[in-house]
């Protein structure tokens, strides 16, 4: 394709979708061009940013911003990474489909829901689902980063990384002061027989690779992914077992896990028939040609075999193999995982190179991916910047938004000595006869399912009177943990009185009309 630079006619969105999509069709092709040639800029480049995610997006439009020059080298046809493609944006997709087919399910036959027929659901159409709306979101990725933030990129083509201040790409050799890694993971397989068989996948084979409708699944792994895609697996009508090492959500990658809440999520993901194997170590996967089992030992030492059609495997990322040799040419350092090691400014154990995004370790979470980006911007644009990713609002979704911030209830008792929680259901108050939280999403279920209204708890140090943790299992609340996140880590926090003095728009909104009914006592107590 000839270079869209300095175009006074740009693709369009739709044009550039056609464009994306051809280019995925035909693997190898032409790069995509968007590089000023010398004699409109000839400035060296600050940064190469290989790899552009949301990490070198965000980096590259960032340091464009400060007045740098940025050039982004991408292997896919489109900026945004794996987010639109293959993780966040079908992971968000599939997660409403589920949330529709549990609403669809337990309203079968009542109001205006016709009988479920789960014959009627194909897991093929909702990845068909997936792959029309994220075209969109690729073009959108490429017209912005090019027409309003100004950035330089190259698509469609692998860099290969000369040394730290030489990148080739599309047969053309640039240069530049540094060098910004940001080339993302892979799902790491188990090493176990039959990994390679058809019938196995993760989340992003699943896209572009499966090409029947499964009946039966197990998945390998307790990870987010695996309750994130075992709740629709399950909700789409198919039995899915997940076998799992730790305890779901007491994976070393979560944190701040409140007990009540992981209960609760638990016995919900039950209740809707996903059958979970704690403690479960896989052996083998069974088949010819094919898969057709999962061997594995159970926890009590019994060896024990399911038969199925589809194993999705969600045991966790790693940097990729092309990673990895750059890595080594480089010298970079890496952590025992082979995540490449990075200070609070991103950069790593060689002067001049950066590393962002996935490629640094958990949390693999789009707020981290641009926040990395931007703090490597920052630094190479000669700012003092320091970003930390200790403390943050986490979530995941089941066929319910699971949601939380601040410390559990166990970890403010040790902390604070005296605490109280806002908590819905109230501890001893069966949840059958109490249907709240009853948020924005759960009103329907309170009518009629009252234990399925969701989890709620608020955790308040009672002497400062200062929230310290909230942990919620619901629906359409993620939007208020970002603020409430931010507020409790304010150096000033937020209080319970001051929570209470907000405006709730939602008769039961979170938390703000609970904490202004304790506002008025002096000594706190539980509500
Ligand atoms: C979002 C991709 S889908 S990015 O983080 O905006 O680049």
């Given at each position: 394709m000839e270079?869209?630079?300095?175009r006074?006619?740009?693709?369009?969105?739709?044009?550039w979708?056609?464009?994306?999509?051809?280019?995925?069709?035909?693997?190898?092709?032409?790069?995509?061009?968007?590089?000023?040639?010398?004699?409109?800029?000839?400035?060296?480049?600050?940064?190469?940013?290989l790899?552009g995610?949301?990490?070198?997006?965000?980096g590259?439009?960032?340091?464009?911003?400060?007045?740098?020059?940025?050039?982004?080298?991408?292997?896919?046809?489109?900026?945004?990474?794996?987010?639109?493609h293959?993780?966040?944006?079908?992971h968000?997709?599939?997660?409403?489909?589920?949330?529709?087919l549990?609403?669809?399910?337990?309203?079968?036959?009542?109001l205006?829901?016709p009988?479920?027929?789960?014959?009627?659901?194909?897991?093929?159409d909702?990845?068909?689902?997936?792959?029309?709306g994220r075209?969109?979101?690729?073009?959108?990725?490429?017209?912005?980063t090019?027409?309003?933030?100004?950035?330089e990129?190259?698509?469609n083509?692998?860099?290969?990384?000369?040394?730290?201040?030489?990148?080739?790409?599309?047969?053309?050799?640039?240069?530049?002061?540094?060098?910004?890694?940001g080339?993302?993971?892979?799902?790491?397989?188990?090493?176990?027989?039959?990994?390679?068989?058809?019938g196995?996948?993760?989340f992003a084979?699943?896209?572009?690779?499966?090409d029947?409708?499964?009946?039966?699944?197990?998945?390998?792994?307790?990870?987010k992914?695996?309750?994130?895609?075992?709740?629709?697996f399950?909700a789409?009508g198919?039995?899915?077992?997940?076998?799992?090492?730790?305890?779901?959500?007491?994976?070393?990658?979560l944190?701040?896990?409140?007990?009540?809440l992981?209960?609760?999520?638990?016995?919900?993901m039950?209740?809707?028939?996903?059958?979970?194997?704690?403690g479960?170590?896989?052996?083998e996967?069974?088949?010819?040609?094919r898969?057709?089992?999962?061997a594995?030992?159970?926890p009590?030492g019994?060896?024990?075999?399911?038969?199925?059609?589809?194993?999705?495997?969600?045991?966790?990322?790693?940097?990729?193999?092309?990673?990895?040799k750059?890595?080594?040419?480089?010298?970079?350092?890496?952590?025992?995982?082979?995540?490449?090691?990075?200070?609070?400014r991103?950069?790593?154990?060689v002067?001049?190179?950066?590393a962002?995004?996935?490629?640094?370790?958990?949390?693999?979470?789009?707020?981290?991916?641009?926040?990395?980006?931007?703090?490597a911007?920052?630094?190479?644009?000669g700012?003092?910047?320091?970003?930390?990713?200790?403390?943050?609002?986490?979530f995941?979704?089941?066929?319910?938004?699971v949601?939380?911030?601040?410390?559990t209830?166990e970890?403010?008792r040790?902390?604070?000595?005296?605490v109280i929680?806002?908590?819905l259901?109230?501890?001893?108050?069966?949840?059958?006869h109490?249907?709240?939280?009853?948020?924005e999403?759960?009103?329907?279920?309170?009518?009629?399912?009252?234990?399925?209204?969701?989890?709620?708890?608020?955790?308040?140090?009672?002497?400062s009177?200062?929230?310290?943790?909230?942990?919620?299992?619901?629906?359409?609340?993620?939007?208020v943990?970002?603020?409430?996140?931010?507020?409790?880590?304010?150096p000033e926090?937020?209080t319970?009185d001051?929570?209470?003095?907000?405006?709730?728009?939602?008769?039961?909104?979170?938390?703000?009309q609970?904490?202004r009914?304790?506002?008025?006592?002096?000594?706190?107590?539980d509500?």
């Open positions: 270079s869209i630079f300095g006074t006619m740009y693709p369009s969105l739709a044009e979708c056609d464009i994306i999509e051809d280019k995925l069709d035909q693997s190898g092709t032409e790069p995509i061009w968007n590089v000023a040639p010398p004699e409109v800029d000839d400035r060296p480049f600050d940064a190469i940013f790899g995610g949301g990490a070198g997006r965000f590259a439009a960032f340091m464009r911003a400060r007045g740098g020059r940025p050039l982004i080298i991408e292997k896919w046809p489109f900026l945004g990474g794996s987010c639109p293959e993780a966040c944006v079908p968000h997709i599939l997660s409403e489909c589920a949330k529709e549990d609403r669809a399910k337990w309203f079968s036959g009542q205006w829901f009988e479920f027929d789960p014959k009627k659901v194909s897991i093929l909702c990845i068909e689902l997936v792959k029309e075209a969109g979101a690729h073009a959108l990725m490429n017209v912005q090019k027409e309003q933030l100004d950035c990129y190259v698509l083509a692998w860099g290969t990384v000369i040394d730290k201040n030489t990148v080739e790409v599309g047969g053309r050799t640039f240069h530049c002061r540094n060098l910004v890694l080339t993302g993971v892979r799902t790491q397989y188990p090493e176990i027989p039959g990994v390679g068989l058809k196995v996948y993760d084979t699943l896209l572009s690779d499966l029947y409708e499964p009946s039966r699944c197990v998945i390998i792994g307790g990870s992914v695996a309750m994130e895609y075992g709740s629709f399950q789409a198919v039995q899915t077992t997940i076998l799992s090492r730790s305890p779901l959500m007491r994976t070393a990658s944190h701040h896990i409140d007990e009540d992981r209960r609760y999520v638990i016995e919900m039950e209740l809707r028939g996903i059958e979970i194997v704690e479960a170590e896989p052996v996967i069974l088949g010819n040609g898969a057709s089992g999962v594995y030992r159970a009590d019994r060896d024990v075999t399911i038969e199925t059609d589809f194993v999705f495997i969600a045991t966790g990322e790693r940097p990729t193999e092309m990673s990895k750059f890595i080594d040419l480089l010298g970079l350092a890496v952590d025992e995982r082979g995540f490449v090691k990075v200070n609070k991103m950069q790593t154990s002067p001049g190179i950066y962002v995004g996935d490629l640094i370790g958990p949390p693999m979470e789009q707020f981290k991916a641009r926040h990395s980006g931007c703090c911007a920052r630094n190479i644009m700012e003092d910047y320091e970003w930390d990713c200790d403390e943050y609002a986490d995941l979704h089941t066929t319910y938004e949601v939380w911030c601040g410390l209830e970890e403010a040790a902390k604070y000595g005296r929680k806002i908590q259901p109230p501890d001893g108050l069966p949840h059958e109490c249907a709240f939280p009853a948020g999403g759960t009103m329907m279920f309170a009518c009629r399912y009252p234990e399925l209204t969701g989890f709620a708890k608020l955790v308040i140090a009672a002497d009177r200062k929230i310290v943790g909230a942990h919620y299992c619901g629906s359409g609340v993620k939007n943990f970002q603020y409430l996140d931010h507020l409790i880590r304010r926090g937020i319970i001051e929570l209470g003095a907000l405006n709730e728009l939602q008769v039961n909104d979170l938390f703000i609970l904490c009914l304790r506002a008025g006592q002096a000594v706190l107590q509500l």
